[in-house]
């Protein structure tokens, strides 16, 4: 399963004919399929779904369990779901996905802190944070403290990603999650030593990991108004890899 709106989909791969075959197939079969999410109809409160020429409709209690994801955030985006019904005479089927996000969620909750997942950033949060969809609309919430080891007083999340990047993330921790988030994501690699290391380093001489500034003084003001490691900085150690390390004024 992947992010909403990452399925491939092409409706002018195959006929209406081979298409109502497909259907009545992935129906016996209870196999999900592709469709595509044309429009949500506020009136009648169903989402019409376009599966290579035939007609779909997927009503309201059908759409999603997610509370925190709308019907209207789906239109205009590949969907993976299930037949229900089909009327031959009228090229219409009957749809649903809430089957679709339960094994989703599930896929998610059985995923182990550790472990390396693909998400799509879906929302930036007070400059400080990020929501990614792992899993049809299931998301990650991913701090700023866990994309950068720069103090989170001189830098926003916006600075290092962007609101439809498809990124590759560490599930972190299952706790602290926000807004309904289903797991913490982490862009850092936190069973290296060395970065075991920098974290008691910040702890010591910051009292909170990634806030405070230079012991010597020698720093210059955050946006939040404390004091920051300004450089120069040492290279970056060989097991981080490329960048920058400490500043000179910390070690």
């Known amino acids: 399963m992947r992010p909403l709106g990452l399925y491939k989909y092409n409706a002018e791969e195959m006929d209406i004919n081979e298409a109502i075959k497909k259907l009545e197939e992935a129906r016996q079969t209870h196999e999900p399929i592709v469709g595509y999410a044309k429009e949500y109809d506020e009136e009648r409160k169903q989402l019409l779904i376009d599966y290579h020429g035939v007609a779909g409709y997927m009503r309201n209690g059908y759409i999603t369990i997610n509370p925190h994801l ?130 008691k380093l910040n702890l010591h001489k910051y009292g909170t990991s990634g806030a405070g500034g230079c012991p010597d003084g020698n720093g210059v003001a955050g946006k939040t108004g404390g004091r920051v490691p300004c450089g120069p900085f040492l290279p970056a150690p060989p097991e981080r890899g490329p960048g920058r390390g400490l500043c000179v004024h910390c070690v």
């Open 70 to 199: 709308k019907p209207c955030e789906i239109v205009g985006k590949t969907v993976l779901m299930r037949v229900t019904k089909i009327y031959v005479e009228n090229m219409e089927f009957i749809c649903e996905r809430t089957s679709v996000e339960a094994e989703a969620r599930e896929a998610i909750e059985e995923l182990p802190v550790g472990a390396f997942v693909d998400g799509m950033v879906t929302r930036l949060w007070n400059n400080a944070s990020a929501f990614v969809d792992l899993m049809e609309g299931h998301c990650g919430y991913l701090p700023l403290s866990r994309v950068t080891r720069l103090p989170t007083t001189c830098c926003t999340i916006d600075e290092f990603i962007h609101e439809g990047e498809l990124l590759h993330f560490c599930i972190f921790n299952r706790r602290n999650v926000e807004k309904g988030a289903r797991v913490v994501l982490s862009f850092l690699e936190f069973d290296k030593p060395w970065e075991q290391e920098w974290d």
